[in-house]
């Protein structure tokens, strides 16, 4: 009997330390797997990210997005830092080093501004404006040079004066652009304002080619707790916002946001497929698009105004999202955008975060883009 209960001891003894074991490892359970960097950070040039299944994990709880600590004209003046380092102070030292305005000042100006990818046609519509200024004001002083050129930015801006279409329910916003501009990221970060200002939103995942911008689209939805109505992989795109058009009928949303594939401006084929997409949204509603959002990334300098001009070639836009101006010395493009194509400039992109995404204001960013420099400008 002895050798029996030696062995029972011991199957107790070992029951208990895999008991303990198991207690240890349910209070040490690894985090969940991450979402990709790649994914989360906008999409590549060529669309080429790896194919990822949708994820499975519940959506996280919705909650307001955060509030904004910072004024417009500072969050413009921080993303405007870039354009605003080179050319700004070179006018504050062009404005200083002449007693009374020229013509050779003139140029000066015209080649500082030209720096600025701000563009020829819009540079001297802006020294017209300028030197008419300066022959009614021959003493004009620079404090009255800057205040010129921050009126004409604004006139120049403030000239398309359509506000956004948001009025039927529900409303649909087809966003569209070239690949890698950060189109998916702008729709999240839209939808998150929205949201946050008590809109019910619903997002269609039409970029049906990449199985990174349904995640990413998916991703957004979790983090702000909006629904995303996505297809199979290659599904047709216009099928997808279809359905979600009509899902958005049933149940009542306010606003139906839709991605699009990243499509190069200069294939055929692939514009013709977007206005199929329109051709069905105007199906589903009964209506056009009420809104058909541009996105542009100013790092693209004179480049995005060809873009805009081959899109608007294709489809009725009627609004532009400027992204990444803190990246860039070309933050100037977007005057000539609008100069060019009469388009108002809906959202800029001035950072990383949610809030950075910001409602554009004349006014507010001509005031950010030519304001002196504080204290006198430093020599070339």
Do not use: C, Y
């Not at 240890?24 to 194919?51: C, F, I, M, Q």
């Not at 404090?143 to 604004?154: D, N």
């Amino acid at each position: 009997m002895e050798p029996t209960w030696i062995a029972l001891a011991a199957l107790a003894v070992l029951a208990a330390l895999v008991w303990f074991a198991l207690r240890r490892s349910n209070k040490a359970l690894p985090p969940p797997p991450t979402v990709p960097a790649e994914v989360l950070e906008g999409e590549h040039a060529d669309g080429t990210e790896p194919t990822t299944a949708p994820s499975s994990e519940a959506p996280e709880s919705p909650g307001p997005p955060e509030v904004a600590a910072e004024s417009d004209r500072d969050a413009l003046r921080r993303g405007l830092r870039t354009t605003r380092g080179g050319f700004v102070q070179r006018l504050a030292r062009l404005f200083g080093q002449k007693s009374s305005p020229d013509r050779e000042m003139l140029e000066e100006v015209e080649e500082v501004l030209l720096g600025a990818d701000i563009g020829v046609h819009t540079s001297q519509r802006i020294l017209e404006r300028l030197s008419e200024h300066l022959q009614g004001n021959p003493n004009a002083d620079g404090e009255r040079i800057w205040a010129t050129l921050r009126s004409e930015a604004e006139a120049i801006l403030a000239a398309p004066d359509s506000p956004l279409r948001l009025v039927e329910k529900p409303s649909v916003v087809v966003v569209v652009g070239v690949n890698g501009v950060g189109k998916t990221t702008t729709i999240g970060k839209i939808a998150a304002k929205w949201n946050g200002e008590g809109k019910k939103v619903l997002l269609a995942a039409g970029d049906t080619f990449r199985a990174a911008a349904v995640l990413q689209l998916e991703v957004w939805g979790r983090r702000v707790g909006i629904p995303v109505v996505s297809g199979a992989e290659n599904a047709d795109p216009a099928s997808v916002i279809f359905d979600a058009i009509k899902k958005a009928q049933t149940e009542s949303f306010d606003v139906v946001i839709a991605d699009t594939a990243g499509r190069l401006h200069t294939k055929a084929p692939l514009m013709e497929e977007l206005k199929k997409v329109m051709r069905t949204v105007e199906k589903a509603l009964g209506r056009p698009a009420d809104e058909v959002l541009l996105v542009l990334d100013s790092t693209n300098g004179q480049n995005a105004i060809q873009q805009a001009q081959l899109f608007r070639d294709a489809v009725d836009v009627s609004g532009v999202a400027l992204t990444k101006l803190d990246g860039t010395a070309k933050g100037g493009v977007i005057l000539g955008i609008v100069d060019r194509h009469r388009i108002p400039v809906r959202f800029v992109g001035v950072g990383e975060k949610v809030e950075d995404l910001r409602d554009f204001d004349p006014k507010t960013f001509a005031e950010a883009l030519f304001e002196p420099p504080e204290g006198p400008a430093s020599a070339p």
